[in-house]
Structure formats: structure tokens, C-alpha cells
């Protein structure tokens, strides 16, 4: 049986984080291996708690992005519209519209969460893509 409590605080977040490492390597279909399941479920939910990973800025996701898939700016005028809408986009000179989202979300493989986040806009922080 396996004897596994909710993590509440930090100790208790580090005594698991600790038990994990000792158990990692279980045998699969043993009593080990499933305390190892369990564990690994608190410990997220206790991470997601205490220790959310914030999404990154939508401009700097889609630059890189358009590193690891070697674009260049022109290879987004199909995306975003024309090179000029592009050059402002990545500029900041100009906000993502819903249709440009929807778009960059589709064809470079961003969640729509991630390019609705609040970014910088020519100096001023947006409050949300028009």
C-alpha cells in the first residue's frame, strides 16, 4: 500500500522531490513504480501552484520560433498579411489582430494563449490584441 500525502508546504515538496530521485528508476508494475505516479501528480499540482511558469512575450515567442524553423521575416507576408504588417508586428509598431493570431497560431505551431498575452507596444504595454 502505498502512503503518500498531499503536499501542502515546501518541506513536505522537498521530502517528495527527494523520494522521487530514490525511486525513479522503479521497476514498472511495482509498488515503487506507482508511488512514483502518485508522486510526480502532487508534485506538479504543487508546482503549478506555487511555481507557475509565466508565458513568454508573444513577439519573442514568434522570433523564436521563426528562428528554429529558419523564417525570415518575408516568409510570414502569407501569415500576417504584407511585409509592411509584418515589419510592424515584429517592430511593435502594431498589434496582432484576432485573424493574425488565429493564423500564426495555425502555421508556426503557437497556442492562441500564448499570442494573447499582454506584450509591449511601441513603449506601452497592451492590454490585449486587437
Same mark, same amino acid.
Given at each position: 500500500m502505498i502512503t503518500v500525502e498531499v503536499i501542502k508546504n515546501e518541506e513536505q515538496y522537498i521530502r517528495a522531490m527527494k523520494r522521487v +530521485? *530514490?525511486?525513479?528508476?522503479?521497476?514498472?508494475?511495482t509498488p515503487e513504480a506507482e508511488e512514483l505516479e502518485v508522486l510526480v501528480t502532487l508534485i506538479?499540482? /504543487?508546482?503549478?501552484? /506555487? /511555481?507557475?511558469?509565466? &508565458? !513568454? *512575450?508573444?513577439i519573442d515567442a514568434i522570433k523564436?520560433?521563426?528562428?528554429?524553423?529558419s523564417l525570415k521575416d518575408k516568409d510570414l507576408v502569407p501569415i500576417i498579411g504584407n511585409k509592411t504588417s509584418v515589419s510592424q508586428i515584429l517592430n511593435r509598431k502594431r498589434a496582432l489582430?484576432?485573424?493574425?493570431?488565429?493564423? &500564426?497560431s495555425s502555421k508556426l505551431g503557437l497556442s492562441v494563449e500564448l499570442l494573447i498575452q !499582454? /506584450?509591449? &507596444? *511601441?513603449?506601452? +504595454?497592451?492590454l490585449k490584441s486587437v
Open positions: +530521485q *530514490d525511486i525513479f528508476l522503479a521497476e514498472p508494475n506538479g499540482k /504543487y508546482e503549478r501552484e /506555487y /511555481y507557475p511558469i509565466e &508565458l !513568454p *512575450d508573444p523564436e520560433r521563426m528562428r528554429d524553423l489582430t484576432i485573424e493574425m493570431i488565429r493564423a &500564426l !499582454p /506584450y509591449e &507596444l *511601441d513603449g506601452k +504595454q497592451t
